[in-house]
């Protein structure tokens, strides 16, 4: 097959000669060179390409209710990031209000720029994230909060669950 | 005019080098490579910058699959079988020996503790998304707390390397279920599964690596 036959180049000996047979001694490898990249293929495709990556998350430990002055941070501080249906963002700054009327709507994609800058209009010791993430989010959106945490390099942040009055404010958002 | 004649040559390509190199390249990744465990679940991880490679020893995983449906599956055989056994104890669910031993060989905990006896007559094939998952419906029923309890038990004094593994699409309040399990038996560490990707250009994170890089 690697070989192309441009007929053979005997006949140029004169009348009577007789021609020695020769037997070619070598051994066509393309079939073999086939085999190696088809199974090569195969492997290539069956390996695990890239082992997943972990994201370390650490719970607070919230079931007693002592109020540990070192955790409570100023409400001034803190921003409250909500997560509603079909990849919605929402959120607020400070104190939580009854009627939603500082709520503002943002995106996946522009949380990152509201994050930064709430993080550097704050003391950086009163600097919070709180992440409650509404009944109809999706968990990738929480590990994309998650994440923004880590891009935006937050250290104090905590998953909290969401309470009635946000849930209620929450579901007349979202559409 | 004499033309010079062309001498007629065949034009072999000599295949010998490049089946050295074929069979070099296979052999490195017939050695190098893990193949990919059959999984019965299906689950895609959301991605993350996390670039800390997934531990792959003394695994206790929680699967959340897109339909919300919680699974449960511990590496160790060992510790499984103590783990189940514990677990039947807690919930009453009586198992003789030879179910115990057939839930054992399985490959996750898929059903709720009224079924048990029922998953460990089947063979593993049907072991998958088509099972209704542990029941987490709310806080009051919550049978991954009794799962996580024996874990907890059978890995006592041992490492535990706890890994939610959620799908993009599921429910976010199967996921506050399991955290709410694992905050109840006081774990607090564990690690959620993602793939990697690469830091955003321009944030605070990429800032901070390439200051550290120079």
């Known amino acids: ?175 | 005019m004499g033309r010079p004649a062309i001498a007629k040559k065949q034009p072999t390509v000599d295949m010998t080098a490049m089946c050295d190199v074929a069979f070099l390249l296979l052999s490195f990744f017939i050695l190098a490579t893990k193949l990919k465990p059959q999984e019965s679940v299906t689950i895609a991880t959301p991605s993350s910058v996390s670039k800390q490679e997934a531990p792959s020893k003394d695994l206790v995983v929680i699967s959340i699959n897109p339909a919300g449906k919680v699974f449960f599956s511990v590496q160790e055989a060992e510790k499984k079988k103590a783990m189940i056994e514990d677990a039947a104890k807690l919930a009453n669910v009586n198992l003789s020996p030879d179910e115990v031993d057939k839930l054992t060989k399985q490959s996750m905990i898929a059903v709720p503790f009224a079924q048990l006896k029922q998953q460990a007559a089947m063979n593993d094939k049907e072991i998958g998304d088509k099972l209704p998952g542990i029941d987490v419906q709310d806080s009051a029923h919550n049978e991954m707390r009794t799962w996580l309890r024996a874990a907890n038990d059978a890995y006592f004094g041992t490492k535990m390397n706890l890994l939610i593994k959620g799908d993009n699409v599921a429910k976010y309040p199967q996921f506050r279920e399991v955290i709410d399990a694992l905050k109840a038996n006081e774990l607090f560490q564990f690690q959620l599964v993602t793939n990697p990707e690469a830091v955003p250009t321009g944030t605070l994170l990429w800032e901070s690596e390439n200051e550290r890089k120079k």
């Open chain 1, 1 to 175: 097959m690697a070989d192309v036959d441009l007929g053979s180049d005997d006949g140029k000996k004169g009348p009577g000669v007789k021609k020695a047979k020769k037997l070619s001694t070598r051994v066509d490898l393309t079939p073999m060179v086939d085999l190696g990249f088809l199974l090569l293929t195969f492997f290539v495709f069956s390996s695990t390409l890239s082992q997943p990556a972990s994201l370390h998350l650490t719970m607070p430990d919230d079931r007693t209710d002592t109020p540990d002055d070192a955790n409570q941070a100023k409400a001034s501080g803190a921003l409250t990031i909500l997560l509603g249906k079909d990849h919605s963002v929402f959120f607020y700054e400070g104190e939580p209000s009854p009627t939603g009327a500082t709520w503002k709507e943002s995106s996946m994609a522009d949380i990152r720029s509201e994050i930064v800058r709430k993080k550097q209009s704050t003391p950086a010791d009163d600097f919070v994230v709180v992440i409650m993430p509404g009944d109809n989010s999706v968990y990738s959106d929480v590990v994309a909060i998650l994440d923004e945490m880590k891009i935006s390099l937050v250290d104090r942040y905590a998953l909290v669950n969401i309470d009635d009055v946000d849930k209620k404010i929450l579901a007349s958002k979202e559409h």
